[in-house]
């Protein structure tokens, strides 16, 4: 067999074995174990495996991880999240829908402290969810906005998925953080015109609360005031050069573990669930990135990724019709696959055919475009049915909601979403406009 052939092969046994629920790290090492011993031998993998985990996992740019993941779990236990709600509602609570949308904002501004979408979406369901019941929000509404809300944790800066494509493609992690901005506000935003139009046809769907006082109103502001510090220091000073990713990831942990110690009460039970959190997900997304370096050694033997890359760069097709076939598999994936280990898989199949095409833009520019593009679809996986996960916490916070009710619930975000990104398609300086301007 050809080494295309090979990989396409150990592909597709390898999206099995994640279909029927084999942990991905494993899914990782046994695919990329096998096809690289069918390929190279037994002693040329395990030559390989003898040094490439240890300098995979050394590497100085991965101690990013475990510091934004500390600082997600720092940011949960903080009890930042019922002020940012409450300043979110006492603006927007008075509106029919105002609730909901509300939840869309705190949820927002709570992934620019956390960086974790099904965190984001927990954690902001326990807040907003009883408002919700007592205000007789349809079941539907409720779930579906919490569900979309919560995928705002990995698109609003920090992101530990958008660090891992940073690693992966060799871009700077300020930069995509910065592009990332404008697409997650249009998120937000897009999300509230979505309840705002459901609303309009359903009014029964979301009720309008009661309408706080302006003083009300100013004295919620002071809830957001940490949450802008945080934020304005941690990515005012990466990308202003005071600090690299790194060191600005202990900052916003630092800072953040500071707050859950003096406002959420926080002490040294709190503490070690935190730590003993953080290196559980750490642990866990090291092994898939082991998994992923295996694998993807065994398709740089095989040539595919660059025979891939050289055959559809000679094959004709417009450079968007290529990117829309790319979209809509990662759409597909979404399905059976969550975000990390899609961006692990296919970036180094996929980043090589993207840089071979022209879209008018420069190398750094083109690949921080498509990262964010990535992203945002990565993300619609996460509310698309059958298998959202994001979905999936929701609904277990809310049993009383049907399943079926939920996944019908997010579909008027799904739409939203699919119009952002034909938007950031056909526009990309929305997205690389930003860098343009700062320089």
């Not at 690289?36 to 240890?54: F, K, R």
């Not at 070690?272 to 295996?294: P, Q, R, S, V």
């Not at 696959?337 to 180094?348: F, G, H, N, R, Y």
Request: charged share 10%; glycine share 12%.
């Amino acid at each position: 067999m050809s080494g295309m052939a090979i990989s396409l092969t150990m592909f597709g046994v390898l999206i099995g074995l994640l279909m029927i629920g084999v942990n991905v790290g494993l899914s990782l090492l046994l695919v990329g174990g096998i096809g690289y011993i069918w390929v190279s031998g037994l002693e040329p993998m395990l030559n390989y495996m003898n040094s490439a985990p240890y300098f995979q996992t050394a590497a100085y740019s991965l101690s990013v991880i475990p510091l934004f993941v500390l600082m997600g779990s720092f940011a949960t236990a903080s009890g930042l999240s019922t002020g940012i709600f409450n300043a979110a509602a006492a603006w927007l609570g008075h509106r029919r829908g105002g609730v909901a949308m509300a939840a869309i904002g705190a949820c927002a501004a709570f992934g620019s402290i956390c960086g974790s979408s099904l965190a984001t979406a927990a954690t902001m369901a326990h807040v907003s969810l009883p408002e919700m019941k007592r205000l007789k929000y349809s079941g539907r509404l409720a779930t579906g906005s919490l569900a979309a809300g919560g995928t705002l944790g990995i698109l609003i800066p920090p992101s530990v998925v958008l660090v891992i494509y940073a690693i992966l493609t060799e871009q700077s992690i300020g930069k995509l953080f910065i592009a990332a901005m404008v697409p997650g506000v249009l998120a937000a935003l897009g999300y509230m015109i979505a309840i705002a139009i459901l609303v309009r046809f359903d009014p029964e769907a979301g009720p309008a609360g009661p309408k706080a006082t302006f003083a009300q109103k100013t004295k919620t502001l002071l809830e957001l005031m940490p949450v802008i510090i945080v934020f304005v220091v941690m990515m005012g000073g990466m990308y202003g050069g005071f600090f690299t990713p790194t060191e600005g990831a202990a900052v916003g942990a630092a800072a953040t573990g500071v707050i859950a110690y003096v406002r959420g009460g926080m002490r040294m039970k709190g503490l070690i669930e935190c730590l003993l959190g953080t290196a559980k997900i750490t642990g866990m997304i090291f092994l898939i990135l082991i998994g992923a370096d295996l694998f993807n050694a065994f398709l740089a033997i095989t040539q595919m990724p660059t025979q891939a890359a050289t055959a559809i760069a000679n094959s004709g097709y417009a450079p968007m019709t290529v990117l829309a076939l790319i979209l809509l598999m990662y759409l597909a994936l979404g399905c059976v696959m969550d975000s990390m280990s899609m961006i692990l898989i296919t970036i180094p199949v996929l980043f090589p055919i993207v840089m071979k095409l022209d879209f008018g833009l420069t190398p750094e520019y083109t690949a921080i475009w498509f990262g964010i593009l990535v992203l945002i679809t990565v993300e619609v996986g996460l509310i698309t049915p059958p298998f959202g996960l994001n979905v999936f916490v929701i609904n277990s916070l809310a049993p009383e909601v049907p399943m079926s009710e939920s996944f019908r619930g997010v579909m008027p975000f799904l739409l939203s979403d699919f119009v952002r990104v034909l938007i950031l398609i056909a526009f990309p300086l929305i997205t690389v406009g930003v860098l343009q301007i700062l320089g």
